[in-house]
């Protein structure tokens, strides 16, 4: 089952129905490769023939294992990543191929939550100066970055004081909130979020979520959220798009995929997901080596067909 990959979702994240909702993003038939190690080596291709869209005010869950091409994705719409093939299309405009200085005015738009938030901070800054750099790099003045800084920690629930401290003297929790802060310093209309709670412990990863899900509520942004973990993709998507060796073979609502996926590879995550009751842990675990053994003999004799 591969739902329509517009951006007409029922909400998981919101508690509605289903709406229509205004495109702001879209990818056709993205193709990203890799050039080859070696002489003559043939370009690895890390994505094909990729087609998903994000509306405006809504989550994609953009879920997978490792290695299955979400992260790419990802970097491919920041324009991090090569684009060999297809478009991105962002608000009408194709910026597949956008130059440098086209995406220093996307990046007004377009911003990013990394997964490790203190990598993604410079340490030997202060708080106060790592959320008023991207706004004096628009142009701001010294006084409207301030206010500016002050409202953004308020916005993700962290202290006023919190401006002439380091990172290091936040917890993981809170460097990610610094993260969000940061991300969202320019109003942004769409925020490619990264893994941005899997180094988090189980109690921070419900506070930050929640904290997405709020920022959302009151702001209007669009998240394309990448993860390995089906259940923080159902808590936080209105859609959600599976990824497997770098195609996306199923998407749609988050409630239905997510409960009730049809295709092998998403059924094969949701059972992999743990449950608090053991007997039903059992249960799902033998579930899951039954069909991984079902699947395994269909492919045996599809392999003496061929």
């Known amino acids: 089952m591969t739902a ?15 709406q229509i ?31 998903i869209s994000i509306g405006q005010g809504e989550t994609l869950g953009l879920v997978g294992e490792s ?8 970097r491919a719409v920041l324009g991090l990543a090569p684009v060999t093939g297809g478009k991105i299309i ?12 086209q995406r220093r005015v996307l990046s007004r738009d377009l911003q990013v939550v990394f997964q490790d938030p203190y990598t993604s901070l410079n340490p030997a800054l202060e708080i106060g100066d790592i959320l008023a750099e991207p706004l004096g790099v628009q142009g701001k003045s010294p006084a409207e970055a301030k206010k500016r800084v002050r409202e953004l920690l308020d916005q993700v629930g962290l202290p006023s004081d919190a401006i002439h401290r380091l990172p290091r003297e936040f917890s993981g929790g809170q460097r990610q909130r610094v993260a969000i802060a940061r991300a969202l310093a320019l109003s942004p ?44 993709v159902r808590h936080i998507s209105h859609r959600v798009a599976v990824m497997y060796q770098g195609e996306i073979v199923e998407q749609g609502p988050a409630d239905f995929v997510t409960s009730t996926p049809g295709h092998p590879y998403t059924q094969r995550l949701l059972l992999a997901s743990p449950v608090p009751d053991p007997d039903r842990q059992e249960k799902r675990r033998a579930d899951r080596h039954r069909l991984l053994e079902v699947q395994r003999m269909q492919n045996e004799q599809a392999g003496v067909l061929a």
């Open 4 to 18: 329509s990959a517009g951006p007409v979702s029922g909400s998981a994240a919101s508690g509605g129905g289903a």
């Open 67 to 74: 290695g299955s091409g979400k992260t790419t994705l990802g």
């Open 21 to 51: 909702r205004a495109e702001l993003l879209r990818v056709d038939n993205l193709v990203v490769e890799y050039p080859g190690k070696g002489f003559r080596a043939k370009p690895f291709r890390a994505l094909t023939a990729i087609n």
């Open 90 to 101: 962002f608000e009408g405009n194709d910026i597949s191929r956008a130059s440098r200085k």
């Open 189 to 232: 209309k769409l925020i490619v979020c990264d893994e941005p709670v899997s180094a988090l412990d189980l109690s921070t990863q419900a506070r930050v979520l929640d904290l997405f899900l709020q920022i959302q509520k009151d702001t209007g942004v669009s998240y394309l959220f990448v993860s390995h973990d089906l259940d923080v």
